[in-house]
């Protein structure tokens, strides 16, 4: 019996891992800089060490997820998801889920 309750859960959690990789390899949340689905102050973090050279990223998800404006990250995106994160006004639909195909249009703010 414990045996097929362990069969169970791993296939459960295989399936949800999959399906979450699936998820990841075709949508990002905006701000989310280390791509766990989540924005919080740790993305803040690893952006700016990104930005400041302290820290590489071999997948490009930074520079991806946090390119508030579609122009290439700069401390302006980074300031825009901190200020996200503070409840400010935010008209770059930070948080916001987009598909990667969406990325490559041309994002202009009201
Ligand atoms: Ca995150
Ligand atoms: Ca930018």
């Known amino acids: 019996m414990k045996r097929l309750f362990s069969v169970i859960i791993i296939t459960l959690l295989l399936i ?3 399906a979450f990789s699936a998820f990841a390899d075709s949508y990002y949340i ?3 800089a280390n791509g766990d689905g989540k924005l919080n102050v ?5 952006a ?3 930005l400041g050279n ?3 990223e071999a997948k490009g998800i930074v520079k991806r997820n946090c390119d ?3 122009n290439g990250l700069d401390i ?5 998801i901190q200020r996200y994160l503070a409840e400010y006004e935010d ?8 598909s990667y195909d969406e990325h490559e249009l041309p994002f202009v703010p009201d």
């Open 16 to 18: 949800t891992s999959a």
């Open 30 to 32: 905006r701000g989310d």
């Open 42 to 46: 740790l993305d803040v973090t690893l």
């Open 48 to 50: 700016q060490r990104v």
């Open 54 to 56: 302290l820290e590489t």
């Open 68 to 70: 508030t404006d579609v």
């Open 76 to 80: 302006n995106d980074i300031t825009r």
């Open 91 to 98: 008209k770059y639909q930070i948080g916001k889920t987009f």
